[in-house]
C-alpha cells in the first residue's frame, strides 16, 4: 500500500504562484506513475497532471502551459508548480499514484489508485 502526503497549497491571488510538493511511502517500488488531481466544490474530479516513471508528461487542457509537473529524484516524490493562477483553479488538490504501466503518460484517472488527503488551493480573484 502507498501513503501520499501533499503540502504546499494555501491562498494566493490571481496571476501567482505556488508548488505543491507529495512524498510517497510504503509499498513505492510499486509505483509507476503520478499525478495530481483536483476536485472543487460541486464540480467533477480532473486529472489536472500526470508523470510516468520514464518522464513523459500529460495535462489537463485547462493547465497546458501554466502548470508544470514533476518526480524527484528518488522517484518517490512529486511536485506541481502552478504558475498564472485563476479563480477558477480553486480546489482541493491530490496526490495519486498508478501501479499500471502505459506508454507515454497516457493516464486517466482511473488509473490511479493511491491517494492522499489532499491541500487546499484557494485563488483569488
Known amino acids: 500500500q502507498v501513503h501520499l502526503v501533499e503540502s504546499g497549497g494555501g491562498l494566493v491571488q490571481a496571476g501567482g504562484s505556488l508548488r505543491l510538493s507529495c512524498a510517497a511511502s510504503?509499498?513505492?517500488?510499486?509505483?509507476?506513475?503520478m499525478g495530481w488531481y483536483r476536485q472543487a466544490p460541486g464540480k467533477q474530479r480532473e486529472l489536472v497532471a500526470a508523470?510516468?516513471?520514464?518522464?513523459?508528461?500529460n495535462y489537463a487542457d485547462s493547465v497546458k502551459g501554466r502548470f508544470t509537473i514533476s518526480r524527484g529524484n528518488a522517484k518517490n516524490t512529486a511536485y506541481l508548480h502552478m504558475d498564472s493562477l485563476k479563480p477558477e483553479d480553486t480546489a482541493v488538490y491530490h496526490c495519486?499514484?498508478?501501479?499500471?504501466?502505459?506508454?507515454?503518460?497516457?493516464?486517466?484517472?482511473?488509473?490511479?489508485?493511491?491517494w492522499g488527503q489532499g491541500t487546499q488551493v484557494t485563488v483569488s480573484s
Open positions: 508523470i510516468a516513471s520514464g518522464g513523459s508528461t
Open positions: 510504503g509499498s513505492i517500488f510499486s509505483i509507476n506513475a
Open positions: 495519486a499514484t498508478s501501479k499500471l504501466l502505459r506508454s507515454g503518460s497516457n493516464y486517466n484517472l482511473h488509473d490511479f489508485d493511491s
